[in-house]
Nanobody
Framework: QVQLVESGGGLVQVGGSLRLSCAASGTIFTINVMGWYRQAPGKQRELVALMPSGGRTTYTDSVKGRFTISRDNGKNTVYLQMNTLKPEDTAVYYC?????????WGQGTQVTVSS
């Protein structure tokens, strides 16, 4: 069984920064993809950033240059450093782990950017 536990969300002013963390536990494969998605009220869940265990990162266009995804494979943890936050970044952010045929989700952490 795999569990993902997120932390680091909260309320921040426009232009501020937050760092999200997601720790995976259970049976974690060496080769996997960890990433972040978000869902704003009334909108579909969308990809924010992905980081394969041995490949290039992927970002959605709206966060390029502002967000940075990183991971610590020894701790099975993925991070999302979010800088220059905008009101449109307000959403519930979900951690995601893909390994083999399976995908796992965290419980979500709220990020609210106030203007």
């Amino acid at each position: 069984q795999v569990q993902l536990v997120e932390s680091g969300g909260g309320l921040v002013q426009v232009g501020g920064s937050l760092r999200l963390s997601c720790a995976a536990s259970g049976t974690i494969f060496t080769i996997n993809v960890m990433g972040w998605y978000r869902q704003a009220p009334g909108k579909q869940r969308e990809l924010v950033a992905l980081m394969p265990s041995g490949g290039r990162t992927t970002y959605t266009d709206s966060v390029k240059g502002r967000f940075t995804i990183s991971r610590d494979n020894g701790k099975n943890t993925v991070y999302l450093q979010m800088n220059t936050l905008k009101p449109e970044d307000t959403a519930v952010y979900y951690c995601n782990l893909q390994q083999g045929r399976y995908a796992y989700w965290g419980q979500g952490t709220q990020v609210t950017v106030s203007s």
